[in-house]
């Protein structure tokens, strides 16, 4: 097995990996380090819990510790697809390069212009953004990229899914044509090929294992939901959805409930609440500070069950979870392994469960085909025999929403964007930022309403 200290990594990152308690570089580390030290251009074909991070950080840091930057003029860029990941890449940064002196900026949507402006000015060696707030920096005329050495572009994939790609070409376009570029993904879609293709040169290919298939000691099941009544289905999946919870009892530590929506995100989050479970929302359109906050209290064991869009959760390095719920089947299939790969790491035992209406039956299929086995149907737990009137006497009242198309798309290009030619972007979905889309009566909950039937009749 190969060691950390056979990379030719400096001596001042190894003190740091030392520290932060790794043994031996992971499959992509070992793969990656050694073309991207020797200034190579590097297409690692990797997905996140790989170590694929370090693999780019540990090179980018022992190359730049010679020299000096200039104002305004980065001599590294790191390009993620969400607030979240790029944070998260800041503070492998951070970790990493602790013996070394290089500054660092973090250019992320709701974080004000004025104090990452003042950082660039100072002249940055490592520059970590997200695509939209880069350029809408580059467009104020605050950054010139012609000092780039290197170039990573992490979670291509991703930055797919959001409608990123017209971004990623353009900034490529401001960079020396000399840079180093380190690009990551999940897959290999003929669109990203198309720009590995263009923009890196002679790459060492890295590739390690897909994750097809879910870990061994992931226990899965689903539970298949038939709605009494089609406007009852988001009411009636989340009675579901508290009956096997509560079935799970204790060993339900902390739990991660995935929406396709951002509405749903939001409306499950508020109903867990309501219903006195410790949970909290993180989606796109929270202003960064809470997202962060309630991050951290996931992290920190404070806050039980973190309701999750796809995009929000993408990547994020939290603990291991004792339990996934999938409220609804993800539209990709591949999102699922990534789902429920938060629980049952480390061949420690974890539990998913999936809750699938008619509607999702074809992506739920989709998902069986990916990984090649049949999720065993758990029974539903709630008894369908039971009137809706009876109900509402003996529970708080749900909240109701009107289905709402948009899947969440978090970081996605905001205001102004549309000048810049945005192929294949948006497609409808949600913006970030975009005011969150509850019809009916969403935040504007009448607060009788929340009243349960006794306390109306009385008040
Ligand atoms: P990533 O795939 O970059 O999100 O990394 C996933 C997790 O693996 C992070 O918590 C890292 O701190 C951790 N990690 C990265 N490299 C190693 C290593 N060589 N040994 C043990 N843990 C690692």
Do not use: W
């Not at 404070?302 to 603990?319: F, K, M, Q, T």
């Not at 004792?322 to 699922?336: I, L």
């Not at 699938?356 to 990984?371: G, H, M, Q, Y």
């Amino acid at each position: 097995m190969t060691k950390f200290s056979e990379l030719n990594l400096s001596p001042k990152v190894l003190k740091a990996i030392d520290e932060a308690g790794y043994e031996s570089p992971t499959p992509i580390q070992e793969g990656a380090i050694p073309p991207a030290l020797e200034g190579r251009d590097v297409l690692g074909i990797a997905q996140t819990g790989t170590g694929k991070t370090a693999s780019f950080t540990l090179p980018m840091i022992t190359a730049l510790a010679r020299g000096r930057a200039r104002a305004r003029m980065p001599r590294s860029l790191v390009l993620a697809p969400t607030r979240e990941l790029a944070a998260q890449v800041a503070e492998n940064f951070d970790q990493y390069a602790k013996y070394v002196k290089l500054s660092k900026a973090l250019l992320i949507g709701g974080v004000s212009f004025k104090e990452q402006d003042l950082l660039i000015d100072k002249g940055v060696d490592v520059l970590i953004a997200t695509p939209g707030r880069l350029l809408d920096h580059f467009e104020r005329g605050k950054l010139i990229l012609s000092d780039v050495k290197v170039m990573v572009v992490d979670e291509a994939d991703r930055m797919l899914d959001m409608g990123f790609i017209p971004d990623i070409e353009r900034i490529f376009g401001l960079t020396p044509f000399t840079r180093q570029t380190l690009f990551f993904s999940a897959t290999m879609a003929p669109e990203i090929e198309r720009i590995t293709n263009t923009f890196l040169s002679n790459p060492a290919r890295v590739e390690v294992a897909r994750q097809a298939t879910a870990s061994e000691t992931i226990e899965q099941g689903v539970v298949m939901v038939k709605p009494s009544r089609r406007d009852r289905e988001g009411t009636e999946k989340r009675k579901v959805l508290r009956a096997i919870i509560d079935g799970e009892g204790e060993a339900c530590s902390n739990a991660i409930i995935f929406c396709n929506r951002k509405t749903d995100v939001d409306i499950v989050a508020k109903s867990l609440k309501k219903y006195g479970y410790n949970a909290a929302p993180i989606h796109g359109d929270l202003d960064q500070s809470q997202r962060t906050r309630t991050l951290e209290s996931f992290r920190e064991g404070a806050l039980r069950i973190l309701v999750a869009s796809d995009v929000a959760a993408r990547g994020l390095d939290v603990p291991s979870v004792s339990h996934v719920f999938n409220f609804d089947v993800p539209g990709h299939a591949e999102d699922y392994v990534h789902r429920i790969g938060r629980t049952g790491r480390a061949g420690r035992e974890g539990k998913a469960f999936t809750i699938c209406a008619p509607r999702d039956e074809k992506n739920f299929a989709a998902v069986e085909a990916l990984i090649q086995k049949e999720i065993p149907r758990v029974e539903n737990p709630v008894k369908p025999a039971e009137k809706p009137e009876k109900r509402a006497a003996a529970e708080p009242a749900e909240i109701e929403a009107a289905p709402a198309p948009e899947a969440d798309t978090d970081d996605m290009p905001q205001r102004g964007r549309r000048s810049r030619g945005g192929r294949g972007r948006g497609r409808g979905r949600d913006r970030d930022d975009a005011p969150i889309n509850v019809v009916g009566m969403g935040d504007h909950l009448p607060s009788f309403i929340a009243l349960s039937f006794e306390e109306r009749q009385a008040g």
